[in-house]
């Protein structure tokens, strides 16, 4: 990989507004920080401390950052299916069940605005439960740990997750937004669209612009106890990152499906907050090839351990069965 392809592609990541890393994102990240610091009076060394950027679990995030996006690039996102090809399977399978539909109820307004806010929520609602699932399935879990080994949050740690979990998560994305977009089609047809700003549906850009990046930081930012029950903050999601909370605030932005199905913590519960796993699991954490191979290397010893305790079981068994017949 050449100065030129290094060059390329951190420049994609800073002008492209569909990127976290997005310079606009950043900067106002930044500012509100900044503005937070000033009016709480809070200690902010650490922010701006070597400590923190610096730091092996951060340097472990910029490496992985690189390598990542190669393997997502060249062995990930050729095998995913598109939004697209749902949308259209979607569409004809609805055509050949249900016929031909006029719309006659909304305009094109109306159309617009029901199409960028259903994306949104069903894309978002997708995400909290892929997200709960590879917290709850043990299988998940092991790679999704990946994720939660980081020591140190910067906006960097977004990206430490396996290929495993960036698959699953690309496909999520494609059957959501494709299922909805099939439907729309068939409801509408060609008047459907989408509110954007800079290419990007609008609010998730109003959502990166009042500060995601913040979401993977050290700046405990709360929205009080009523919005943080509709909306996740960034202290929330730093709260989901402490040892002791990995089972609350799956959500993405919003915070009504943590409070619906019991996972929501709000900020003025976790006064202290502690990242990473626990001690003894860190140390399986430290280099790129731990990151991941780490997650294949659990799961073949569990199922080791699984067929041993399943050998002496069947042994305890067969011997106990034979007793009974002896009497």
């Keep these: 990989m050449n100065f030129t392809t290094v060059d390329f592609f951190a420049f994609e990541y800073l002008i492209n507004p569909d990127k976290r890393l997005y310079w606009g994102y950043l900067l106002s990240s930044i500012l509100i920080a900044i503005i937070y610091f000033y009016i709480t009076k809070k200690n902010n060394r650490l922010i701006t401390s070597s400590k923190?950027?610096?730091?092996?679990?951060a340097k472990l995030d910029y490496y992985y950052f690189f390598l990542s996006y190669f393997i997502n690039l060249f062995l990930l996102i050729p095998f995913i299916i598109s939004a697209k090809t749902i949308a259209l399977e979607v569409n004809r399978f609805l055509y050949k069940q249900f016929d031909y539909f006029e719309n006659s109820f909304f305009s094109y307004g109306e159309i617009i605005l029901l199409y960028t806010i259903?994306?949104?929520?069903v894309s978002d609602f997708t995400r909290y439960w892929l997200h709960r699932f590879l917290h709850t399935i043990p299988f998940l879990w092991e790679f999704h740990k990946v994720h939660h080994s980081a020591k140190v949050l910067t906006p960097i740690t977004f990206y430490r997750v396996h290929p495993v979990e960036n698959f699953l998560f690309g496909l999520r994305y494609s059957f959501s937004i494709g299922i909805v977009t099939g439907i729309f089609i068939y409801l509408f047809g060609a008047l459907i669209d989408i509110y954007m700003v800079l290419g990007v549906n609008a609010f998730l850009f109003f959502f990166s612009l009042i500060g995601s990046n913040l979401r993977h930081s050290h700046v405990p930012i709360s929205y009080g106890r009523f919005i943080e029950k509709w909306f996740i903050s960034p202290k929330q999601h730093q709260?989901?990152?402490?040892?002791?909370?990995f089972n609350k605030n799956y959500g993405g932005y919003i915070a009504i499906w943590d409070r619906v199905f019991g996972t929501l913590c709000l900020s003025n519960s976790v006064k202290v907050m502690k990242f990473g796993l626990r001690v003894d699991q860190m140390k399986d954490y430290l280099s790129l090839k731990d990151l991941i191979l780490r997650p294949f290397i659990n799961l073949i010893k569990k199922r080791r351990i699984n067929e041993k305790f399943k050998t002496i079981y069947v042994y305890i068994f067969s011997r106990n069965?034979?007793?009974l017949k002896c009497k």
């Excluded at 709260?239 to 909370?245: F, L, M, N, Y």
């Design 321 to 323: 069965k034979y007793k």
């Design 239 to 245: 709260i989901h990152h402490s040892k002791k909370h």
């Design 118 to 121: 259903t994306l949104f929520l």
């Design 52 to 57: 923190l950027w610096l730091h092996p679990s």
